[in-house]
């Protein structure tokens, strides 16, 4: 049975997975919590890319650190070399302790070793899980793990895991996931130039390095001629859907000279039905434009004004998670009307 302190570590659990949301894709952003028959947390993880550690490795290295000062485990990257560390050193350290964590264990033998032997083998205690994995390969992890006696409480926040799910089960289903990203002054102004800080604009590359096209509308590239790729983390432009009732377009505009890039240009959004992570970026006209194929939106604030227009947002946004980033805010709201 879920109980209260379930949920308030489990919060803590989904609060890690959001702030690397999309960062993951395609693999789910998921977060996890150890602790103590107290409620004391000894550590917190996320999975913070696919082919890294997941969120239960993460967050058992850090905890084997910390309750047994060996430092030599820091150096480990690798998942493998992590399980393998863990397994043969972990001398009994995580016998009386709980994990949270946002999906179910996973099962098999992907780009990582499985958590759920991990966790069997270090004799975890009690494992509360929020999703379930519904994946055909990494599925049985939980039951496993009860089948081998550990303590297994389902469904912990299940909606909210459920959602942190989101772009992953739009991969699995083959539809794309699409987002508006928005950066706003404190008084809620979008044009003028740059408006955020340099963590916000490299947190906005890390996801562009993740999206396979971004939408931009035809008035922001005449007036802003952007480049768009994503150089502030080293990483690969996505394509680009110009959105617009014309046709023309000066090429010398940097966004149409990025090598390996496809620059579409359209009067209709049923090409992105085409591809998989799609980021919107635009103003006020654009919000509006698109308001209908849009759920979910990613708005970075930063706290100095700027002259201009106040944008307004769609009505009906909740605030799914909030963090600071640099400066500014960073948070992301759903659509639930
Ligand atoms: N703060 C931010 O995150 C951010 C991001 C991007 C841009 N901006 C700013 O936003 C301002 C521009 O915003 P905006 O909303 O006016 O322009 P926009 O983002 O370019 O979006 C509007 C454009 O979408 C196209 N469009 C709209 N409805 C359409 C339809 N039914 N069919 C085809 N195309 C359609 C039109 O392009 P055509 O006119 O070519 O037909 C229109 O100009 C600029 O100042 C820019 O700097 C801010």
């Keep these: 049975m879920v109980v209260q302190s379930d949920n308030a570590l489990m919060k ?4 890690s997975a959001w ?29 913070k890319a696919a082919g890294f550690p997941h969120a239960e490795v993460e967050t058992l290295k850090s905890a084997y650190i910390k309750l047994t000062g060996d430092k030599r485990l820091e150096k480990i990257q690798n998942s493998a070399d992590i399980h393998a560390f863990l397994s043969s050193h972990h001398n009994g350290v995580f016998s009386q302790l709980s994990l949270h964590v946002t999906l179910e264990p996973c099962h098999h033998h992907g780009k990582t070793p499985p958590c759920s032997q991990l966790i069997k083998m ?55 996931f699409i987002f508006f990203k928005l950066a706003l002054s404190k008084n809620g102004v979008a044009s003028g130039g740059i408006i955020t800080s340099e963590a916000s604009r490299t947190m906005v590359h890390h996801l562009r390095d993740k999206c396979d096209l971004l ?11 952007p480049l768009l790729d994503a150089r502030l983390c080293d990483g690969s432009a996505p394509d680009v859907l110009i959105y617009s009732r014309q046709n023309d377009f000066d090429v010398s505009i940097p966004l149409f000279n990025v090598k390996n890039r496809k620059v579409l240009i359209e009067n209709s959004l049923k090409k992105l039905q085409q591809y998989k992570m799609i980021m919107i970026e635009g103003g006020q006209e654009m919000i509006k434009s698109v308001e209908n194929s849009v759920q979910w939106y990613l708005v970075f604030t930063s706290p100095h004004f700027k002259e201009g227009n106040k944008v307004t947002l769609p009505s009906h946004l909740r605030e799914v998670f909030f963090q600071k980033i640099g400066e500014d805010t960073m948070t992301w709201y759903k659509k639930d009307a």
């Design 12 to 15: 803590i659990a989904l609060e």
């Design 19 to 47: 702030a690397y949301q999309g960062l993951t894709f395609p693999n789910p952003a998921v977060g996890a919590v150890l602790s103590d028959d107290n409620g004391n947390i000894i550590s917190v993880g996320a999975h």
């Design 122 to 176: 270090l004799g975890i205690k009690k494992v509360v899980i929020g999703s379930r994995d519904l994946s055909v390969h990494a599925q049985g992890g939980g039951a496993f793990l009860e089948s081998n006696g550990v303590k297994v409480v389902w469904d912990c926040l299940r909606n909210e895991c459920d959602e942190l799910l989101s772009p992953f089960l739009a991969w699995q289903n083959h539809q794309p």
């Design 215 to 225: 939408v931009i509308g035809g008035n922001t590239v005449r007036t802003d001629r």
